[in-house]
Structures are given as C-alpha cells and as structure tokens.
C-alpha cells in the first residue's frame, strides 16, 4: 500500500545528543513537511521542501535541520536536542501545494 | 485570536448521538481539511474541501465560504470516533490549524 512511513515510532535520546528521524514515502509526491507537535497543541510547521526546494519557517530553531536526498525520503536533524525539543514529529506529504496531505503515524521525540 | 477557530474544545456524547463542530476562519483560503488524530498515533484526513459539502460514511462536512465557517457532522456516533478533530485551512503553501476540537463518544 502507498504509504508514508516514519521511523523509528519512538525515539530516546539524551540532552544535546544528536539525533536524526526519518520519513519515507511511497506516493511519488512532491511536497515533504515536517510538523512538530506538542501535547494538546496544533501541529507547527518546521519546513517543507517542494522537490528538492527547501522552505524554512521563520521561527524553526537553528537546531532544526532537514535532508532530502531523494523524492522518496526525508530527514530531520537536530543537532543538540533541549529538554524543550521533546515532542510528536509528524511527516506529511502532498503531491502539491493545497492538496490533501497525507500523514505519517509521527515519531515520539523523548529527551533525557 | 487564532486566524482559525474551532468549538466546542471537548464534547462528550454518548453512542448513537448526532455530533457537530464547528470550524471559523478569519483568512482567504482555498481549501478547508478536516483531520482526525487518534490518541498518542498520527493523523488522518477526513475530508478536503473548498465549497459546498462531502459524505464519507457517517462523516459530513460543509463549508459556507461567504461565511468563513465550516462544519463537521458525525452521524451515529460510536465509541471508536473518540478522537481529536482538528480543521485546517490552505492559506498560501502551508496549513494554518484549529487548536482541536477532543471528542469522546461514551457507549
């Protein structure tokens, strides 16, 4: 089944130990987000890329870092996580802009 | 105050009952989600829509553009739609989100 996979589901990680969370997707589509979410809040917007053309938010944290070697994968980097980094990741993606996006079933960020 | 805006915050109903959220907006869009996000797991999308209104199941959402405003309907409702439901509108390349509506249907 066409899908959007992330791994791992969960990831423990220590204070300001690099850490690296992976989407892959079988859809062939051309827009890739990465959401952070928090408990009880509304997904936030880190980046998107459009193909390989990365998009910022203005207020994503420098610690937030993004890969995507292919059309088919998709990483997030962050490179010191803070006690404040701890959170739901969520992957989507869109064939293209103001489409219906298609969710991965999230990572679970814990940092110790 | 929040560009989209969702109520009730909670609902609880009990199986059976006829259930509506409620979704406003306050900024130009051209498309409204409706997404549900089970506890602790990912999230699904329900339904993308720019005018009128869709059915899927037991599901039905409207939307009245001139009014910025959209609803969700859940007919029959079952223990297993105890979710979040959560509206979200396209505005330029990216989704701006409702803050939630948690619904617990009790049998």
């Known amino acids: 089944d066409a899908m959007v996979i992330q791994n791992p589901r969960y990831q423990v990680t220590q204070f300001g130990k690099p850490v690296t969370l992976s989407c892959s997707q079988t859809?062939?589509?051309?827009?890739m987000y990465w959401y952070q979410q928090k408990s009880s809040q509304a997904p936030k917007l880190l980046f998107h890329?459009?193909?390989?053309?990365?998009?910022n938010e203005a207020d994503t944290p420098d610690n937030f870092q993004s890969r995507r070697p292919n059309t088919s994968f998709c990483f997030l980097d962050i490179r010191s996580p803070g006690l404040g980094d701890a959170a739901m990741y969520l992957c989507?993606?869109?064939?293209?802009?103001?489409?219906?996006?298609?969710f991965g079933p999230g990572t679970r960020l814990t940092v110790l | 105050k929040n560009e989209v805006e969702q109520s009730p915050q909670n609902l609880t109903a009990q199986e059976g009952e006829f259930i509506t959220i409620n979704c406003s907006y306050s900024?130009?869009?051209?498309?409204l989600h409706w997404l549900q996000q089970h506890p602790g797991g990912g999230i699904v999308s329900l339904f993308m829509?720019?005018?009128g209104k869709k059915k899927h199941g037991r599901l039905i959402a409207t939307i009245n553009i001139q009014e910025k405003h959209s609803s969700l309907h859940i007919t029959a409702s079952h223990p297993r739609d105890s979710a979040v439901y959560i509206c979200?509108?396209?505005?330029?390349?990216?989704?701006?989100f409702g803050t939630g509506t948690r619904l617990q249907v009790f049998p």
């Open positions: 989507a993606t869109s064939r293209e802009y103001y489409n219906e996006q298609f």
């Open positions: 829509l720019s005018s």
């Open positions: 900024v130009g869009i051209s498309a």
């Open positions: 979200a509108v396209d505005n330029t390349d990216k989704l701006i």
């Open positions: 859809l062939n589509h051309n827009v």
């Open positions: 890329y459009y193909d390989k053309d990365f998009n």
